[in-house]
């Protein structure tokens, strides 16, 4: 079964393969050659626990595009939603669609689907991790700075769900990571063993200009995540924030990334994200190509 959880399931080899897909796929549609329309005649389930805008739509239209029929599932309206397990959902859904992803909050929720379901289960962001994210942010890579094999990649702030897909990526396609966050902050332990057991280059610091010398791509994301407290975490992240005197110091042709959504003035100020570095747009359009990418690798398989 091709499901899509985390990026260290994979080889460098299949995650490579379907990025080139998706540069193919988007470069066809620029060229208005169209797809083929390998999904008509499927449907894809489509769970959502959080609110989405970039994941929902590009996903929607992705299928659509490709012929398939989406379904959208406010896990509220669920049956899930007052008490069925998760096990007879992913039953029960394997039964009737040709996929199913999800975005949950418990990473265990996702895992449990992807257990009982027959069909394949794609990871739409839970607390944990976020690949299909990491998906267009490599593609972005890609088209601005070549091969990811040696890049150098700054990321600032909290150390979040889409942190753990970069360490992931990062371990996968060789290039160097430099987490910058408060030291309380810090990646999971067991995630960084992995990734220095399977020779990942990442660099934890606390030092913001260390970490942002000369780099080639800036990335950070909100200090609060969807389902997490604030705390103090609008005062811990401060120095963390992207601006543009500390872009002064990244690589003249380095660019920002930032998975949306953005809170201008907190984790990035407008100058940044608005201006002539930020490859934010580009970032999302690629969700887009990206998730196609993965739906194919998924029902190529099944
Ligand atoms: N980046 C991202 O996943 O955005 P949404 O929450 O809008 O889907
Ligand atoms: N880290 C953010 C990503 C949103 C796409 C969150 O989980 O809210």
Known sequence: MRHFLDLKDFSTNTLQSILDAGLCMKAAQKSGDGHELSLSGKSVAMIFEKPSTRTRVSFEVGITQLGGTPLILSASDLQSGRGESIEDTARVLSRYVNAILIR???????????????????????????????MADLMTMIEYHGPLYGQTVAWLGDVNNVAVSWIEAAVRFDFQLRIASPQNYAPPADLMAWARANGGDII??????????????????????MGADEG???????????????????????????????????EVTAEVIDGPQSAVFDEAENRLHAQKAVMLWCLEGN
Request: aromatic share 8%.
């Open 104 to 134: 949950c909050y418990k990473h265990e929720t996702l895992l449990t689907l992807a257990k009982h379901s027959s069909v394949p289960v794609i990871n739409a962001l839970t607390n944990w991790s976020h690949p299909c994210q990491l």
């Open 204 to 225: 934890l610091t606390d030092d913001v200009n260390f970490a942002i010398d000369k780099v080639q791509t800036v990335v950070t994301d909100v200090w609060i995540s």
């Open 232 to 266: 103090s975490r609008s005062i811990d992240f401060a120095p963390y924030q992207v601006n543009e005197k500390l872009m002064k110091s990244a690589a003249c042709d380095a660019i920002f990334m930032h998975c949306l959504p953005a809170r201008r003035g907190m």
